[in-house]
């Protein structure tokens, strides 16, 4: 079994779920029972299925998809918020990246017009939105929080673990529900059931946030693994050509040829072949390895340049959007000066209008008394007199 036939399989609607994750089992245990060996290949090998069958066992839960028929949804949904929990106490602890492609995609998802019917009262902060607001909120609500701020606070990196990111964006909807409680019972559309089905909503998604987070620190760590296990295994072969290039040196002298017989110096010439070919695979294996070592060294330094170029850069456009966001502001402040100085004046008008100046009656502007002002024509441009 493999995935491209699973695929086929799939999209023939020739599968059944508990047929589905049987046969996606299946792929990845076939790989474990088959590379059972000791060498680094087969340990490799039989690790990342391992990683691979946790990903499609989790992936599966996620979906609610069940071994077999005789499993209950209620069984599979305690299974299912079992591995979220687990997966929420150790991706709590997980740095936050810098491009933090997971966080970023649940504000677009909150921000998405799916959710603008229960969503819109926690995008802006509640003064923005709620210009009579009670002075009581900040004395029930001593941490107020929104989407807006929860982005502009991921932007300027100030989120170091996933657990204070996810802890900001429950608070803005529990905070709802803490100074609306008195809402709860009523019926229709509140602030309080918007936050309590915007919460579900965001357990949901951290679901997914978690299940991505925890796969990719997983299949880093087995990479490393994988990357120690090839400076140990070169070492190693470092040692060996080492040992052998000893060896030759250790070797006596080059006897006389000329005082053995012909089974002797073919026995002699054979030897010495063997040695010389010995000596070039260990110098061939020996460039081999320091050429490849040295393409190793050479990507790993290009991708740290490029991860510090690309730091540098979000940090340059940080600041660039921080400055943009103060002109902003500023642009905002200086125009409501000007429309407050605006109603100011208006209010100042005493509505008496001046009269319009007089114009002249005794000169005509009109159009057809220039047209029948007298065309003055330079000498220059008379023509010249005819004498008869």
């Not at 998604?205 to 070169?234: I, P, Q, Y």
Request: glycine share 2%; charged share 35%; with cysteine.
């Amino acid at each position: 079994m493999d995935l491209r036939t699973l695929r086929e399989q799939l999209h023939a609607h020739m599968l059944t779920p508990a047929e589905f994750i049987r046969k996606g089992r299946l792929i990845f245990q076939n790989a474990v029972k088959f590379n059972c060996a000791d060498d680094p290949a087969s340990i490799q090998v039989r690790e990342m299925s391992e990683h691979l069958m946790w990903y499609f066992d989790s992936l599966c839960a996620e979906l609610q998809l069940f071994p077999t028929p005789e499993v209950s949804t209620e069984q599979g949904r305690t299974k299912r918020e079992q591995l979220r929990r687990e997966r929420t106490e150790f991706v709590a602890t997980v740095p936050v990246e810098l491009k933090a492609k997971e966080c970023q995609k649940l504000l677009r998802v909150l921000n998405s017009q799916k959710h603008d019917k229960n969503c819109w009262p926690f995008r802006k902060p509640v003064r923005m939105l709620f210009p009579g607001l009670s002075p009581d909120y900040f004395d029930i609500i001593t941490t107020p929080m929104d989407l807006s701020t929860i982005a502009e606070k991921l932007n300027e990196f100030e989120y170091k673990v996933h657990g204070e990111f996810i802890q900001d964006v429950r608070l803005t909807f529990e905070n709802a529900m803490i100074y609306n409680r008195a809402d709860k019972e009523r019926e229709g559309w509140s602030v309080y059931s918007a936050a309590v089905l915007m919460l579900a909503v965001v357990d949901d998604l951290w679901g997914d946030v978690t299940l991505e987070v925890m796969e990719k620190f997983r299949r880093r760590e087995l990479l490393r693994k994988e990357r120690m296990s090839e400076a140990k295994r070169k070492r190693a072969d470092g040692s060996e050509v080492g040992a052998t290039r000893v060896k030759l040196q250790l070797m006596p002298s080059r006897p006389n040829m000329e005082r053995m017989n012909k089974s002797e110096r073919k026995a002699e010439e054979k030897r010495r072949k063997r040695a010389r070919r010995e000596e070039e695979i260990a110098r061939s294996e020996k460039r081999r390895r320091t050429a490849v070592a040295a393409t190793d060294d050479a990507l790993r330094e290009a991708e740290l340049r490029s991860r510090r170029k690309l730091q540098k850069q979000e940090m340059a456009e940080a600041v660039h959007l921080r400055e943009q966001r103060e002109l902003r502001a500023a642009k905002e402040e200086a125009e409501r000066v000007r429309r407050a100085q605006m109603k100011l004046n208006a209010a100042a008008w005493t509505g008496v209008l001046l009269p319009a100046a007089a114009t002249t009656a005794g000169k005509a502007t009109s159009f057809w008394s220039k047209k029948r002002a007298k065309l003055h024509i330079p000498a220059t441009f008379q023509p010249p007199a005819i004498n008869a």
